[in-house]
């Protein structure tokens, strides 16, 4: 995210994003060089702590090629989850509920 995003971040929480491949939520990654790619040269990459409560794992493969957001997980779980080569190059998760991802500290 942006330098100021991230401070923002710090100070207040996340904020869900309104739209995303798994749909509104807070997105969050265990792979470094995907964090890297989103914060660019001039972005920060956030540590952070996800309670990810009830998770559905999710092939987005279809919702990639329709150009359409995966979410039926929000009906019935916490989180979705979408492994690497299911739709995204490398895995992420999504959180519905932004408060259970808790801002750590700035990684770079």
């Known amino acids: 995210t942006s330098k100021e995003n991230a401070d923002a971040i710090l100070k207040k929480g996340f904020n869900p994003s309104k739209d995303g491949l798994l749909g509104s939520g807070v997105y969050v990654t265990t792979d470094l060089g995907k964090a890297s790619a989103f914060a660019g040269s001039d972005g920060r990459i956030l540590r952070a702590a996800a309670n990810l409560g009830s998770v559905q794992t999710v092939d987005a493969r279809k919702a990639r090629q ?17 492994p690497q080569g299911e739709g995204v190059a490398r895995p992420e998760h999504c959180v519905k509920d932004p408060t259970r991802v808790v801002p750590l500290g700035v990684k770079k």
């Not at 329709?66 to 979408?82: I, K, L, M, N, T």
């Open 66 to 82: 329709g150009g359409f957001s995966e979410v039926a997980w929000q009906r019935s779980h916490d989180a979705a989850y979408v």
